[in-house]
T-cell receptor
Framework: KAGVTQTPRYLIKTRGQQVTLSCSPI?????VSWYQQTPGQGLQFLFE???????NKGNFPGRFSGRQFSNSRSEMNVSTLELGDSALYLC??????????????FGPGTRLTVL | AQSVTQLGSHVSVSEGALVLLRCNYS??????LFWYVQYPNQGLQLLLK??????LVKGINGFEAEFKKSETSFHLTKPSAHMSDAAEYFC??????????????FGKGITLSVRP
């Protein structure tokens, strides 16, 4: 099976712009979670989607949003970019996160740089 | 609420030496526990997980971890370090259910260096 894919891998934006990141989960997986990784804050949970519904949300401002499509692919959007949004954004997929012994499988990430 | 503490940010060992990376957790419910490894410019790869079965968990690449409820610990070990083990290691905890608050909470990570 192909792993989790994320596009683009690298992105450079300027302050005030918006950005959309894409994640394609492993075939058959219905849960997609997003994380932000920075040197200062480490790995922080953004949100989780399951069957097109946001099921869980972390403590990020409303500028961060996401969605999931019927084929389980997910996108996250960040509006009005700030310098502090520079980070590695990781997507993880699972069959149904939290169920029994499910596991999150991570993609390679999208490196976002805000200038 | 759940949290993970990984003491120290950097561990250095000699090739062939024992690797011990510490992880302590806090959880109001019986936790699921995970160790992930991250190589430079890559995502996270699962090493092993504990989901309330055997307390000694064996993972990939010769790593193992033992769940100790009395110590709220889940330390990662490997008997003999290899140069290819140099990476960043993350311990994570989650509750054993779906829905709200069902998320992976990560520790700050530990960078493992292996000296020749």
């Amino acid at each position: 099976k192909a792993g989790v894919t994320q596009t683009p891998r690298y992105l450079i934006k300027t302050r005030g712009q918006q950005v959309t990141l894409s994640c394609s989960p492993i075939s058959g997986h219905r849960s997609v979670s997003w994380y932000q990784q920075t040197p200062g804050q480490g790995l922080q949970f953004l949100f989780e989607y399951f069957s097109e519904t946001q099921r869980n949300k972390g403590n990020f401002p409303g500028r961060f949003s996401g969605r999931q499509f019927s084929n389980s692919r997910s996108e996250m959007n960040v509006s009005t970019l700030e310098l502090g949004d520079s980070a590695l954004y990781l997507c993880a997929s699972s069959l149904n996160w939290g169920q029994n012994t499910d596991t999150q499988y991570f993609g390679p990430g999208t490196r976002l740089t805000v200038l | 609420a759940q949290s993970v503490t990984q003491l120290g940010s950097h561990v250095s060992v000699s090739e062939g030496a024992l690797v011990l990376l510490r992880c302590n957790y806090s959880s109001s419910v019986p936790p699921y526990l995970f160790w992930y490894v991250q190589y430079p410019n890559q995502g996270l790869q699962l090493l092993l997980k504990y989901t309330s079965a055997a307390t000694l968990v064996k993972g990939i690449n010769g790593f193992e971890a033992e769940f100790k409820k009395s110590e709220t610990s889940f330390h990662l070990t490997k008997p003999s370090a290899h140069m290819s083990d140099a990476a960043e290691y993350f311990c994570a905890v989650s509750p054993p259910y779906t829905g709200a608050n069902s998320k992976l909470t990560f520790g700050k990570g530990i960078t493992l260096s292996v000296r020749p």
